[in-house]
């Protein structure tokens, strides 16, 4: 139908650009219909400490598989819903799966589950209320939830931004600076910005060669992070060496195909009742591919 015409145009011109950005506009349909058709699904990515090799939580990605059509990319649809501003129902509906299933994770390991927040909810004054009741829906502790903002989101400067990320890490929910280093963020703003974590992009992590023994970028970064009081998750670590050079320099933890893929919540789950049984085992990728 046209809703399939316009996602074809969309693939071909790159993004989202032919799609009407009202709500109710074709965009809106495909993404509702596929909400409603259970389309979606979400997949988690282990988060491991540097130093330990533990699963320290990890991040909900979002995913969609159309049937008989396969995987849609999130940057292929992300996109239309941020322009639809179905981008926010999206997200509720992450929030809420991401939260159910990490409060059935085993409580001995206190695993973090981190999810992505768009920009348009931010600026709503009643999403704090929304995450309340998302925690106390599902019961999953508030110190166990870390969203996820980008700097350009932050970029508005919106008053009832700050104000919503302020109450909720006044409630113990965690918010993390994502994609690091893309964005424009000063470091007057950076200083003030309502954050505990703070994600290096994965362009800075892919600067690390293979004979390198340092990496002044990363140093930079996880020197400025911890100054302010920030941890730093490395974005993107495909390799050993990549490992080994942010641990030198500090960094926290790493996310990144040489711990894990995005994969089924079932994958998550086993590798932190594995961690439960034998505490201190740093875990071992099972899965290897896509
Ligand atoms: P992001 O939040 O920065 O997520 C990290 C992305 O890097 C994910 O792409 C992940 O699959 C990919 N990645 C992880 N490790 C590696 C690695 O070692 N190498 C490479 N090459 N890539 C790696 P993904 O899942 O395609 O998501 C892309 C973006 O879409 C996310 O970037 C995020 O901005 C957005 N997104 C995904 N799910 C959601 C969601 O539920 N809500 C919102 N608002 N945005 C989402
Ligand atoms: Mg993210
Ligand atoms: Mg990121
Ligand atoms: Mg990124």
């Known amino acids: 139908g046209r809703a399939e015409l316009a996602l074809y145009e969309a693939k071909s011109s790159g993004g989202g650009r032919t799609f009407s950005r009202d709500a109710g506009g074709e965009g809106w349909v495909l993404l509702s219909s596929a909400l409603a058709n259970n389309e979606f699904t979400v997949v988690y990515q282990p988060i491991v400490n540097a130093t330990t090799g533990l699963v320290a939580g990890a991040e909900a990605l979002l995913r969609w598989t159309r049937p008989g059509k396969g995987p849609v990319s999130p940057a292929e649809f992300i996109p239309i819903a941020e322009s639809t501003g179905f981008i926010t129902k999206l997200d509720h509906w992450v929030l809420e799966t991401a939260c159910r299933e990490a409060a059935a994770w085993p409580r001995a390991v206190a695993a973090k589950v981190t999810v992505n927040v768009s920009g348009r909810e931010l600026h709503q004054p009643d999403y704090y209320q929304q995450v309340v009741d998302v925690l106390i829906r599902t019961g999953l502790p508030a110190n166990r939830l870390v969203l ?86 490395a974005e993107g670590v495909e390799h050993e060496y990549q490992a080994r050079v942010l641990a030198h320099h500090g960094c926290d933890e790493n996310q990144g195909w040489l711990h894990g893929r995005p994969d089924a919540p079932e994958l998550i789950h086993a590798a932190l009742a594995q961690q439960a049984l034998s505490p201190g085992e740093p875990f071992v990728k099972t899965y290897v591919g896509n």
């Open 148 to 233: 996820e903002v980008t700097e350009s989101t932050m970029e508005a400067d919106s008053q009832v931004a700050l104000d919503v990320l302020r109450r909720l890490r006044a409630d113990g929910v965690r918010i993390a600076i994502d994609d690091f280093g893309t964005g424009y963020s000063s470091l007057s703003r950076l200083h003030h910005l309502p954050a505990d974590i703070l994600k290096i992009d994965r362009s800075f992590v892919m600067t690390i060669q293979p004979q390198d023994t340092g990496a002044p970028l990363i140093a930079a970064i996880t020197g400025l992070a911890h100054a302010l009081g920030l941890t730093t998750v």
